[in-house]
């Protein structure tokens, strides 16, 4: 066996940040497909008999689960029976693309050594701000686009500020704020929609104002209704915050502050002005993510209701830690969770008897919950410790990052 084969083996077998990522995926399959078998009541019918007639309990579990995850791959990349055969891998970017900027919102506060929990606020005040500029002001098509985008970034930006703010300030918690802030922004919300300045006058219901068609995000030309500027939005945002953590200025300070701050205070970096720019910038994600819900595709009112959140600021955590904390990380693993959405529907509808989306949860939440114990996986699987150079040996997943820091057991 050649040299480089064997070097390819020992990556393979050894507990790597891909390999253990890849196994993750693998387990949280595996575990989905109990859950299937678990869901019908006759598989569990022919479980009872299984060691009189095993042939009906094993063909009919492997027939189920097939069919659930086959429905899945329909549903989430491609099925050749639709007319439209690509149209599945649409709609998973259309559920991943908010996650990208919700990732993101996550991954830069942790560089510096913070835990931005309070991506539901950033994101509905961020969405005050743009419905309003939706609803109130009247120009062409791209500046009004425009005038939504950077207004609700602002709002965005502003609560995320202010996170950062209270900490470096007067010494509040961000996380403890942040929860602060999510209830007050809650309330706010709540408040607006029923006033008449917000509240839409032809409707009974509490919801706001849509807004004009201008401000609409104009949909990229040659595929589905769905798939709006936002998607390059997002691609732009993946490059812009790699190229902010790994080539700028601001990046270097961001890892020096989140690795050690007493340090980079000696070295004359503000420790206090430092994090007050992550929160700042993970605000202004959470904006984008607020022109997304509004004017974008997955508000079929653009209008603002009590449900605008939809538990997207609490999913980027998970797709922050999935990734690794790293721009493109996330934008893989929102692309994985977009995809565990969009073809949990459509697996859901198309099995008999119903296999219930909530599986789909499952999945997620075991694939993070493997991913963050990586230890647990390497145990599973006998994996090999990397070694580097000819120094001890250490875990793949080196805490290069506070999210990596945070999800990396103390050898």
Not at 91 to 112: E, K, M, S, Y
Not at 170 to 180: K, L, T
Not at 304 to 333: C, H, S, Y
Not at 357 to 366: E, G, K, S
Request: charged share 10%.
């Amino acid at each position: 066996m050649s040299n480089r084969l064997k070097r390819i083996l020992l990556a393979i077998a050894s507990a790597n940040t891909v390999t253990v990522t890849v196994l993750a995926f693998v387990l949280a399959v595996l575990v989905g497909g109990i859950l299937m078998i678990l869901s019908d009541q006759q598989l569990l019918h022919e479980w009872g008999y299984v060691t009189s007639v095993p042939g009906d309990a094993f063909k009919d579990s492997w027939h189920k689960v097939a069919d659930g995850y086959v429905a899945m791959f329909h549903g989430a990349i491609y099925d050749p029976k639709a007319p439209q055969a690509l149209r599945p891998i649409e709609n998973t970017i259309v559920n991943a693309t908010p996650l990208v900027f919700a990732g993101l919102a996550v991954a830069v506060p942790f560089r510096a050594g913070l835990f931005n929990i309070g991506g539901q606020s950033q994101l509905i005040i961020g969405a005050v701000g743009a419905t309003w500029i939706g609803f109130t002001v009247s120009a062409p098509l791209p500046v009004h686009v425009l005038l939504a985008i950077v207004v609700g970034m602002l709002c965005g930006a502003l609560v995320g500020g202010l996170t950062g703010l209270l900490k470096t300030r007067f010494g509040a918690h961000e996380v403890i704020s942040s929860i602060m802030l999510n209830n007050i922004a809650l309330g706010v919300l709540a408040w607006l929609i029923s006033t008449k300045a917000f509240h839409d006058p032809k409707r009974q219901d509490a919801i706001s104002k849509p807004v004009k068609d201008s401000a609409l995000l104009p949909h990229i030309h040659g595929s589905s209704p769905e798939v709006n500027l936002s998607t390059l939005l997002a691609i732009l945002a993946v490059v812009a915050v790699w190229w902010l953590l790994s080539r700028s200025t601001l990046g270097f300070r961001l890892k020096a502050v989140g690795s050690n701050p007493d340090a980079a205070n000696t070295a004359g970096i503000s420790v206090a002005r430092t994090q007050v720019y992550a929160m700042l910038i993970a605000g202004a994600l959470m904006g984008l993510v607020a022109v997304t819900q509004i004017s974008g595709t997955l508000s079929a009112s653009h209008a603002m209701t009590q449900t605008l959140d939809n538990g997207i600021g609490f999913t980027g955590i998970t797709v922050a830690l999935l990734g690794r904390g790293k721009p493109v990380g996330v934008a893989l693993a929102a692309l994985l969770f977009g995809a565990l959405n969009a073809g949990g529907r459509v697996m859901e509808a198309a099995t008999q008897p119903t296999v219930p989306h909530d599986v789909v949860t499952v999945l997620q939440a075991v694939i993070v919950i493997f991913v963050a114990a990586p230890l647990l996986v390497k145990e599973i699987f006998r994996l090999r410790e990397v070694r580097r150079g000819s120094g001890p040996a250490a875990s793949s997943v080196a805490p290069a990052t506070a999210v990596d820091s945070a999800i990396e057991p103390v050898a």
